[in-house]
């Protein structure tokens, strides 16, 4: 079974330009979280997303930031007009339902640097 | 979710026990106990979760206080490969938080040779 899988792994931009990160859950699991890991800091969550609904976005900054999770295909982070302060690893991570006794797999992460 | 306190660093040597402490003092009757390790240049990893009982799996043994106000992972032989930032997370459940985890700083695990 394939894990969770993030694409690109590391993804450079220029400031003002946008950034797209792709993430594959496991198969068969239908819920999606974004956490986001500033340099030397822990991982803050982001958003939870299951297939065509945004079910929690607490975490996830007013401006530039949003997410989706289509019924085909894979969840998208996406960031518009990236500034220096977005250079973090973000990691997405999938469980086959909700509840808390359900384990979250995580991808490896894409990298992004903001030149 | 519920705040847990876990020592900064510890040092292991190679084919010893690990155990790896977390208080949390505040924790409710239906919170559980999960552990994640997050490994250099990776992603978090789940180790392992439970509510009230000690729990085993192939990783690790989860080694839970009667009073649930402290818990402890327990390596039972470290290799280098367990060189990590291991999280002490609780999790509500039914309710609460949706799903998502809350990271802390968490415990890194050096393991010497």
């Known amino acids: 079974n394939a894990g969770v899988m993030q694409n690109p792994r590391h993804l450079v931009r220029r400031r003002g330009q946008e950034a797209r990160l792709r993430c594959s859950p496991v198969?068969?699991?239908?819920?999606v979280y974004w956490y986001r890991q500033l340099p030397e800091e822990g991982l803050k969550f982001m958003v939870y997303l299951q297939k065509e609904n945004i079910i929690d976005e607490s975490g996830m900054p007013k401006e530039r930031f949003s997410a989706e999770f289509p019924k085909e295909g894979p969840s998208i982070l996406r960031i518009q007009q990236v500034v220096r302060g977005d250079s973090a690893a973000y990691f997405c991570?999938?469980?086959?339902?909700?509840?808390?006794?359900?384990?979250?797999?995580f991808g490896d992460g894409t990298r992004l640097s903001i030149l | 979710d519920a705040k847990t306190t876990q020592p900064n660093s510890m040092e292991s040597n190679e084919e010893e026990p690990v155990h790896l402490p977390c208080n949390h003092s505040t924790i409710s009757g239906t919170d559980y106990i999960h552990w994640y390790r997050q490994l250099p240049s990776q992603g978090p990893e789940y180790v392992i979760h439970?509510?009230?009982s000690n729990v085993n799996n192939r990783m690790a043994s989860l080694a839970i206080a009667e009073d649930r106000k402290s818990s402890t992972l327990i390596l039972h032989r470290a290799t280098l490969r367990d060189a990590a930032v291991y999280y002490c997370i609780l999790r509500d459940w039914p309710g609460g938080s949706q799903g998502n985890l809350i990271f802390g700083k968490g415990t890194k695990l050096s393991v010497k040779p």
């Open positions: 991570a999938s469980s086959p339902g909700p509840g808390t006794g359900q384990p979250q797999h």
């Open positions: 198969k068969g699991h239908s819920h």
């Open positions: 439970g509510l009230t």
